[in-house]
């Protein structure tokens, strides 16, 4: 059974950073992407940095160019997300997603492998 763990979520300030950590009980490579999303109360699952598990390219939603970054470590298989500068409007919980949908696409329905989540409060 797959098992994606989140962590690292918490509290800040406008202007903080904040580094989620996605760990896999399996090797990160037998999914082709993994990534991010978010959700706020009443919203869709939004994409935020899904990245190519083959290559480490990663795709970022327009909003957190720039000031979000996503990596992996096969040996660990885990999936960093480094958000800095983080804005009030960030504020979600955070979903670690895996699959293999092509071209690493934003569409939340095609990740069929989810963690519970953590949440990323962020206060002006």
């Known amino acids: 059974q797959v098992q994606l763990v989140e962590s690292g979520g918490d509290s800040v300030q406008a202007g903080g950073s904040l580094r989620l950590v996605c760990e896999s009980n399996?090797?990160?490579?037998?999914?082709?992407?993994m990534g991010w999303f978010r959700q706020t109360p009443g919203k869709e699952h939004e994409g935020v940095a899904i990245l190519f598990t083959s290559s480490g390219r990663g795709n970022y939603a327009d909003s957190v160019k720039g000031r979000f970054a996503i990596s992996k470590d096969n040996a660990k298989d885990a999936v960093y997300l480094e958000m800095n500068n983080l804005l009030p409007e960030d504020t979600a919980m955070y979903f670690c997603?895996?699959?293999?949908?092509?071209?690493?696409?934003?569409?939340?329905?095609?990740?069929?492998?989810w963690g519970r989540g953590t949440q990323v409060t962020v206060s002006s």
């Open positions: 997603a895996a699959g293999s949908p092509w071209g690493c696409a934003p569409n939340p329905r095609s990740y069929p492998y």
């Open positions: 399996r090797p990160i490579v037998k999914y082709g992407c």
